[in-house]
């Protein structure tokens, strides 16, 4: 009988567990894929459908990117859809006291009547283009890892200089799988955008912040812009036709968005370091941002207004942030991870060749975690600007910093960043007394603390920053720019002054990060990614990058705690929860919806759910059916979606959609909207 000595068997058996895994393909329908590493044979395979380039190619170019989300064309007249709470700043920017928009809603029943919103640009992915030889060409052997990151920085700083001018594109270099893989991604960008239609927030948002990332849900989250050209509707070759048959559960739809961030292949040590470090100190951070802003907006209905646009964002990253965490905390979860990690790892020492090329990073990566942990809350507050809640200082930062950059001769001077449409100085006060509160709680001790507060509280610091700031003037932004750095060091404007004093301690801990933490990360994620590469290829996702993303998935139900969850919501369904809550906030409904409803079909379905793969960033993404026809309109996940950031699941993971049929009843019969749902159907 042949014996294996023990060494030996051990590894055997990691061998084996290593090799089961590498034939497992992503879990289910795992994916926010680059269209062009989009699976098609898995697709033809599991689902018999064939995508061509031609079908990729016309979805891409209908999508768009709206701020830190997505939207789609949806007419040849350049009609956008989005989400209203996408939308919402804009929305907001066109809203005064006398006209609350968020509140009324809007609807533009001629051209004439559209609303321009100043400062929103949309993009179009027009082009990818593999670029990883060029950004991982620039490195020599034996770089550090700072040389290593300056290295590719540089290398893609060239190419997309050179390529934004060649094309006239505003260009980008995206690295995919932690550095292993970089793409060039170029835009078309378009900066003429007008409101057309928004619903009262009361449908928009119907449930509240009580009800996000629940289901069933029962909301009208959409709005539609319009994009002009020359001053005239766009002519938009790329657009999506409204869905020509039913929905049904079971068919297999398709997401087209820009996903912000996932954290897949992140290490081990990287995913304790945001469940024991980052996250909780961004929670309870939220968290006392949420009671000063609802404290805020009880003052009035003015400061609710005011405070409702941020209010609304903060509730929302709180919310997700929390939901992120609780799938760090997960037992389970958290050892399927180490599982993996051990056994790529233990392989990989059993070969030497692999052991010297990978063997050190997750170690060296593990070690920067360490390192960031010792000065990540000077990090957060003051590179960050946690402890400086307020657009002031950030157009305060802005000057100083573009002062300190050499300007090439005859460029114009920035004027620091763009000025929101309107800015109330009491509302910064608020926000700025509650960030250095958090300061002082935080870094007592330390000196630059002590310069800042000195024997003023929180309150009265803020309150001697705001008002005797300058900075909402644009003459006096514009001559402190034009005067570079010696006008900046020679102000006296508090705010500017701040700016300054923050400064030396915020360069410092950006440069700690840089070498020690994001060089350090890049530098070995890339080994780590390459890892797996060797062993898995393109067979699984790379890591969201809030760039264009294909995910596919079922219209499909699920069952929770014994109950069987609907695949789809119904008007019936959304009148029937307003009245079991006594139609009272957040699950009021707009009058119009009270005075149309014998009106309306409540049979028909208002919002759905698949598996499709989404994170934030998602929002306001189109989902088509095979035929690319547009049936919905993502909005949100499920609670049991957002540990996906790290672990996907479908089981009971489920992505939320707006209905197209549930838009197209509403705009008809509750807006009498009967032009736009003409354009919207093609007729």
Not at 419 to 436: G, N, Q, R, T
Request: hydrophobic residues 40%.
């Amino acid at each position: 009988m042949n014996k294996f000595p023990l060494k030996q068997l051990k590894i055997s058996l990691t061998l084996l567990v290593l090799f089961l895994w590498l034939l497992l393909p992503a879990a289910a329908d795992e994916g926010l894929w680059p269209y062009n590493l989009v699976p098609k044979d898995y697709l033809a395979k599991k689902y018999k459908f064939r995508v061509t380039d031609d079908w990729l190619n016309h979805l891409r170019l209908a999508s768009v990117r709206f701020g830190g989300a997505s939207a789609s064309f949806v007419s040849p007249d350049g009609l956008v859809l989005t989400n209203h709470h996408v939308g919402r700043g804009a929305i907001q920017n066109l809203s005064t006291a006398e006209r609350n928009l968020i509140k009324t809603g809007f609807y533009a029943r001629t051209r004439q009547e559209e609303l321009k919103c100043p400062g929103t640009q949309l993009w179009v992915l027009q082009e990818i283009e593999d670029v990883t030889n060029l950004v991982l060409g620039a490195e020599k052997p034996g770089m550090s890892a700072q040389e290593v990151l300056a290295a590719r920085q540089k290398a893609m700083a060239d190419i997309q200089k050179e390529a934004s001018e060649k094309s006239g594109l505003r260009c980008q270099v995206v690295s995919l799988y932690s550095g292993s893989m970089y793409h060039l991604y170029k835009y078309k960008i378009y900066t003429d955008v007008r409101l057309v239609f928004a619903p009262e927030e009361d449908i928009a948002f119907f449930g509240g912040d009580p009800d996000n990332f629940t289901y069933p849900r029962y909301d009208l989250d959409i709005s539609i812009f319009r994009v002009y050209e020359n001053d005239q509707p766009l002519k938009a070759p790329h657009y999506l036709k409204w869905k020509s048959s039913p929905l049904k559960e079971g068919d297999l739809v398709f997401c087209s968005g820009n996903p912000g961030s996932t954290g897949r292949m992140l290490t081990y040590d990287q995913l304790l370091f945001l469940r024991d470090v980052n996250y909780p100190f961004t929670i309870a951070n939220l968290k006392r941002r949420q009671a000063v802003l609802h404290e805020y907006a009880s003052r009035g209905p003015e400061q609710e207004r005011i405070a409702l646009n941020t209010l609304f964002g903060v509730e929302n990253r709180l919310k997700a942030t929390t939901g992120y965490n609780s799938g760090l905390l997960d037992e389970n979860l958290m050892a399927k991870k180490l599982a993996e990690e051990q056994a790529i790892r233990k392989a990989i020492a059993a070969d030497p060749e692999l052991a010297k090329e990978y063997g050190q990073a997750w170690e060296e990566i593990a070690q920067a975690q360490k390192e960031y942990a010792s000065f990540f809350k000077e990090y957060m507050l003051f590179e960050r600007a946690n402890a400086f809640n307020t657009v002031y200082f950030n157009l305060a930062r802005s000057l100083v910093r573009g002062a300190q950059r050499e300007r090439p001769a005859g460029a114009p001077a920035m004027a620091g960043r763009r000025m929101p449409a309107e800015i109330h100085d009491d509302f910064e006060i608020v926000k700025l007394a509650d960030s250095l509160q958090l300061l002082k709680e935080q870094l007592p001790n330390l000196q630059e603390t002590k310069w800042i507060l000195g024997c003023q509280t929180p309150e009265e610091a803020a309150k001697a920053l705001i008002s005797g700031t300058r900075l909402k003037d644009p003459e006096f932004r514009k001559k402190l720019a034009a005067g570079g750095a010696e006008a900046i060091n020679m102000c006296n404007d508090p705010m500017i002054k701040l700016a300054l004093m923050v400064e030396p301690l915020s360069q410092g801990v950006r440069e700690r990060y840089a070498k020690r933490v994001q060089a350090v990360e890049t530098k070995n994620g890339t080994l780590v990614a390459r890892a797996i590469f060797k062993l898995k290829g393109t067979s699984i996702p790379p890591d969201a990058t809030g760039t264009l993303r294909l995910s596919f998935g079922l219209v499909k139900g699920y069952v929770e705690n014994g109950q069987k969850i609907p695949f789809q919501t119904t008007l019936a369904g959304l009148y029937k929860k307003a009245q079991e809550k006594n139609f009272q906030s957040p699950w009021s409904l707009p009058k119009r919806w009270l005075q149309r409803k014998p009106a309306l079909n409540l049979k028909v379905p208002i919002n759905f759910v698949a598996t499709i793969d989404s994170i934030g960033g998602n929002s306001g993404s189109p989902v088509v059916n095979r035929k690319g026809e547009f049936v919905g309109a993502l909005f949100d996940g499920n609670i049991q979606s957002l540990p996906t950031r790290f672990v996907y699941e479908e089981k009971i993971s489920r992505s939320v959609m707006v209905h197209a049929d549930g838009i197209i009843e509403a705009l008809l019969k509750v807006y009498d909207a009967r032009p736009l749902v003409d354009e919207l159907l093609g007729r």
